[in-house]
């Protein structure tokens, strides 16, 4: 690999629009943000919509389960692993509804690796997702 190197996961969903995985830029390596979505498919783990494709409903649980998995295919993926992660930025849709849960899974996923981690709610996502990871990893 070069120092500074776009990278992509066979087994990750594939980017919503114009951007890699990953880069990697010396030992370090950054994740573009990642969510629940299953790779070639267009139905998201945890969530039903409508038919004009809003959203119904959705299990948090299930989204984390599903984005903290595509996080580990991506990190494996581009020659990093779970363990080399140290930095964490989360992004929910629902914090009040959300963060028990997400943090009592995420206490689960991440109790041996801790790396720093910073929580954050917003308005919206690009798709009807209520999580959402930017990862910085070490390679």
């Keep these: 690999m070069t120092s500074n190197e776009?990278?992509?996961?066979?087994?990750?969903?594939?980017?919503?629009?114009?951007?890699?995985?990953a880069r990697r830029v010396g030992d370090l390596l950054f994740l573009s943000g990642v969510g629940p979505r299953a790779r070639?498919?267009?139905?998201?783990?945890?969530?039903?919509?409508d038919a004009e494709g809003n959203i119904l409903s959705y299990d948090i649980e299930t989204q984390c389960r599903s984005?903290?998995?595509?996080?580990?295919?991506?990190?494996e993926d581009v020659g990093s692993s779970w363990e080399k992660m140290v930095d964490?930025?989360?992004?929910?849709?629902?914090?009040?509804?959300?963060?028990?849960?997400?943090?009592?899974?995420?206490?689960e996923y991440f109790a041996d690796v801790q790396p720093?981690?910073?929580?954050?709610?917003?308005?919206?996502?690009p798709t009807p997702i209520a999580i959402e990871l930017k990862v910085i990893a070490t390679i």
């Design 88 to 107: 964490v930025t989360v992004f929910l849709t629902n914090m009040k509804a959300d963060f028990a849960a997400y943090n009592r899974l995420y206490a």
């Design 67 to 75: 984005v903290f998995e595509n996080v580990r295919l991506i990190l």
């Design 40 to 49: 070639d498919s267009a139905k998201i783990p945890g969530v039903e919509l």
């Design 6 to 21: 776009l990278l992509n996961s066979p087994r990750a969903p594939k980017p919503v629009g114009a951007y890699p995985h």
């Design 116 to 125: 720093c981690r910073t929580t954050v709610e917003i308005n919206s996502l």
